[in-house]
């Protein structure tokens, strides 16, 4: 009988032309076993390698298209450890905070890229992000390499690693320079119009689409029309 580990898998059969002594019959049929058992435990390793090449091409992929996903975002991305440390960081961080290179992130605290006055707010929302809330969209003031502060907007979120465990913080930062300089453009632009307006003597209105005026200029009033 053939039997690795004490499962009878099959029957060995000998025909010979003269008699034979069982031990070493019941040699043969160890070393059968012995053989069988290696053949299935090399298949056994053969999957095991298969299952771990096809999990390091899937995780290669997966890193290759979050690189190029990155590498692609206008915002700048920030990744830390538990501990706040930056471990990673996309190419639109090192132009938004006016770095050299990725490199110039590596190893420091997070929070020297937040502005002062904005660190005990931002601390807060760490924790928040941390308790599962989602936090997006919150205006703080950050720092560049130089010491200039510029407006941006964040994003944080937790930083789950491959066994699903927490491991760090997401950090999205949408610079709105633009914006508020485009506000500031806007108030100074109104405020030049209305000082004009208010001093001028011609009649100026502002008349929204219903007919219904929005505006009159104080020489309505001037001149008695109102």
């Known amino acids: 009988p053939i039997n690795p580990e004490g499962r009878l898998i099959g029957t060995m059969l000998f025909f010979l032309d003269e008699e034979i ?22 298949n056994k390793l053969r999957r095991r390698i298969n299952e771990l090449e096809t999990t390091r091409s899937r995780l290669i992929e997966a890193q290759e298209k979050m690189r190029l996903t990155l590498k692609s975002m206008a915002d700048g991305i920030l990744v830390t450890d ?11 961080a090192v132009t938004l905070y006016g ?3 990725k490199t110039d992130f590596y190893g420091k605290n997070g929070l020297l ?7 005990r707010s931002f601390m807060k929302n ?13 205006e703080y003031t950050f720092k560049r390499k ?12 937790l930083y789950i690693n491959a066994a699903g465990q927490f491991d760090g913080y997401v950090v999205c930062i949408h610079d709105i320079s633009g914006r508020r300089y485009a506000e500031k453009m806007a108030e100074e632009s109104e405020k030049r119009y209305r000082l004009i307006a208010e001093n001028s003597q011609d009649l100026i209105s502002i008349i929204d689409m219903a007919g219904n005026f929005k505006y009159l200029s104080p020489s309505y ?5 109102i």
Not at 21 to 31: D, K, Q, R, V
Request: charged residues 25%; hydrophobic residues 40%.
């Open 21 to 42: 002594n069982i031990n070493i019959l019941e040699m043969i049929g160890a070393h059968c076993c012995i053989a069988l058992k290696n053949v299935n435990l090399n």
């Open 82 to 92: 538990k501990r706040g440390r930056v471990i990673s960081a996309n190419e639109a």
């Open 99 to 101: 770095c050299e290179k």
């Open 113 to 119: 890229f937040v502005g002062d006055r904005d660190w």
């Open 126 to 138: 760490l924790k928040r992000a941390y308790g599962g809330e989602i936090i997006k969209n919150i």
């Open 146 to 157: 130089d010491g200039s502060l510029f407006p941006a907007e964040a994003a944080i979120s």
């Open 221 to 225: 009033r001037m001149l008695g029309h």
